[in-house]
């Protein structure tokens, strides 16, 4: 008998952390294999479902962060908050952490792309010595939009973290500006040996990539991951289809020399 | 095993074929076409082989009767879901060559591409295919381009002559039944077309460069972005999920998949407003390419099996087959 992977499971929230006022780390219990970038669908029945990218992997949990942005979001912060939500997944490829190692990888994000790629560096902070140099550029609008604040705080002991505000109304210790203002000030040993994610919305990430490729990191060395609406996750529904490409099959993680070619 | 059977014969037949199985034809439902006082030939159920139309081509595919156009995929009660019945009955469907070919798209998309998709797969182990063989082509049908004008995909084969009808039957159990009420025995062979009035070229050297062409904004003004073109064509397969609830305030509703078109607003739209393919004739291109060039790059081969529907349906006259045949020019102009 086939399995049905549309039926959604029933996940305990364990635990909420607020970060903005519209975005929240929902802690939820599950148990099983699952890589950073791969993603569930959370279902709340009358509303729908929403893909929402795996942003923590614990023994027993998975962290799900979810900005409101959405029928099935605004849902979920209104009445779930404290109970479970209906699950299903993981879906996708997600990244693989054995390819970064023994490089300089760079991990630029901006806004909710930090989510996806929050295992990566998590991974890589406490494992410095299974890479050449570790670099993180994060980008958020302003310094309230900030996401992670206590991981940015503990990876900035171990590693290299660029944290930047598009603007500030006042006072603030990140820099001020946009990520791709900090591609070309990379100190880099070995381009060729220089691994880089870029995760956020479309237009920062086509310029962080143009910025990467005029510093010389190979096209090969860059690693994407593409926002789709994903609406089965199974690679039936049509929806999240780019060329010959499903994003939820094939994807969401991309390397970009494959990444170029998908033309919307 | 050939066998040539008189109306009444065949309607025998198919009255204890009815016994098993629920039996899909293209059917004429009166006055319900798309102008005034036309007539629609689309799938529905048939008791009696009188009630087949064999002389047009029927605006609806087969597909829906095995990939429902609404279909409940569980319930929800209260925190529970409950998987929805699965069809008890065997069905049966009545179709053609160019639709066999379908056949076998939605199989790949719905068996092979991923995960086996478990409704689909409930339903498709229930199936037996008749085909009605071709005499003649019909308006707009280019098979014979797309390969499709013949199958032997088929538990059994009907074409219709007169008051007589030619019957060619691969299914064992259907045959003895067949030999059981003495039908004479005669080799046949489906009727299939060598010949279309409409016929279309796809360039060898078609490739995503071709997504720069000017061509594709003649369809920004002239589509209207209705999607008829997708819900006619027997090889699109994409859905939408919904959930319905029963009253407003309930607790108990359902979880159900929709047909979905490529060409209607919406279909990329992701959540905080972020959408794609906003122009038509980007949806257009992104149409074409799927069913002549990237399904083919992705299953080895192309999707499109030549059925003329979308050209028939389109109530802007849009010919599908026309823009094929630009692709070639489309690509000099791109490789210039």
């Known amino acids: ?264 | 095993m050939g066998y040539i059977a008189t109306n009444l014969e065949l309607d025998s037949f198919m009255s204890e074929l009815a016994k098993k199985y629920r039996i899909f034809a293209p059917k004429r439902f009166v006055n319900s076409g798309i102008f005034s006082d036309t007539d629609c030939i689309r799938y529905g159920e048939i008791s009696s082989v009188n009630e087949m139309v064999f002389d047009e081509k029927s605006q609806y595919s087969f597909k829906e009767t095995i990939l429902p156009i609404i279909q409940t995929l569980f319930f929800f009660t209260e925190g529970n879901t409950n998987e929805a019945d699965i069809p008890q009955k065997d069905i049966i469907v009545f179709l053609r060559s160019c639709d066999m070919h379908g056949v076998k798209r939605l199989d790949d998309m719905y068996l092979n591409n991923g995960p086996a998709d478990y409704y689909y797969h409930q339903i498709r182990d229930k199936v037996k295919f008749i085909l009605m063989g071709c005499k003649q082509s019909f308006e707009n049908c280019f098979c014979v381009s797309m390969g499709t004008n013949r199958t032997d995909r088929y538990d059994m084969s009907i074409d219709q002559y007169d008051d007589i009808y030619r019957i060619d039957c691969k299914n064992k159990v259907w045959q003895k039944q067949l030999d059981d009420m003495n039908i004479p025995q005669e080799a046949v062979t489906p009727a299939y077309v060598t010949e279309n009035s409409t016929s279309v070229s796809i360039p060898e050297n078609l490739d995503f460069t071709v997504t720069k062409s000017k061509m594709w904004d003649e369809y920004d003004t002239r589509c209207i972005g209705c999607g008829r073109c997708n819900f006619v064509c027997p090889t699109c397969t994409c859905f939408s999920m919904q959930d319905m609830f029963y009253s407003e305030n309930g607790k108990v509703g359902e979880r159900r998949r929709v047909w979905a078109s490529c060409m209607v607003d919406g279909f990329t739209d992701v959540a905080g407003g972020g959408s794609y393919r906003q122009k038509k004739g980007q949806r257009m291109r992104f149409k074409v390419l799927h069913k002549v060039h990237d399904y083919k790059q992705r299953n080895g081969y192309h999707m499109c099996v030549g059925c003329g529907r979308c050209d028939d349906i389109c109530p802007e006259y849009i010919s599908f087959s026309n823009c094929i045949n630009k692709l070639s020019k489309a690509m000099k102009e791109v490789s210039k």
């Not at chain 1, 959370?42 to 479902?49: A, N, T």
């Not at chain 1, 991981?151 to 603007?167: C, F, G, H, P, Q």
């Not at chain 1, 086509?206 to 010389?216: A, D, E, R, T």
Request: glycine share 10%; charged share 25%; proline share 5%.
């Open chain 1, 1 to 264: 008998m086939i399995r049905n992977d549309y039926v959604p499971f029933v996940s305990e929230i364990k635990d909420v952390i607020k970060h903005t006022d519209i975005e929240y780390t929902f802690r939820m219990a599950y148990v099983g294999e699952v890589k950073p970038g791969q993603f569930f669908e959370v279902s709340i029945p009358k509303y729908g479902e929403a893909p929402i990218s795996v942003s923590g992997i614990g023994k027993d949990f998975i962290d799900l962060t979810i900005r409101r942005v959405g029928k099935v979001t605004d849902e979920v912060f209104e009445h779930y908050v404290g109970d479970s939500l209906l699950l299903r997944g993981p879906y996708g490829n997600g990244f693989d952490i054995n390819i970064y190692k023994g490089r300089e990888l760079v991990v630029i994000a901006g806004g909710t792309g930090l989510s996806p790629v929050r295992g990566v560096v998590d991974y890589f902070s406490k494992h410095t010595d299974e890479v050449e140099s570790l670099t993180l550029i994060s980008g958020f609008k302003k310094p309230n939009d900030i996401l992670f604040s206590e991981d940015l705080a503990r990876w900035k002991e171990s590693m290299n973290v660029i944290l930047t505000v598009d603007y500030a109304d006042g006072d603030t210790e990140c820099q001020v500006g946009l990520v791709t203002e900090y591609i070309p000030k990379l100190k880099l040993n070995n381009k060729n040996n220089t691994t880089a994610i870029v995760v956020g919305p479309p237009a920062m990430m086509k310029f962080s990539v143009q910025g990467l490729l005029n510093i010389g990191i190979p096209e090969e060395n860059i690693w994407v991951s593409q926002e789709r609406k994903m609406c089965c996750g199974l690679g039936k529904c049509g929806h999240c289809k780019i060329g010959d490409v499903y994003v939820c099959l094939d994807g969401p993680v991309f390397n970009y020399t494959k990444s170029k070619t998908l033309i919307d």
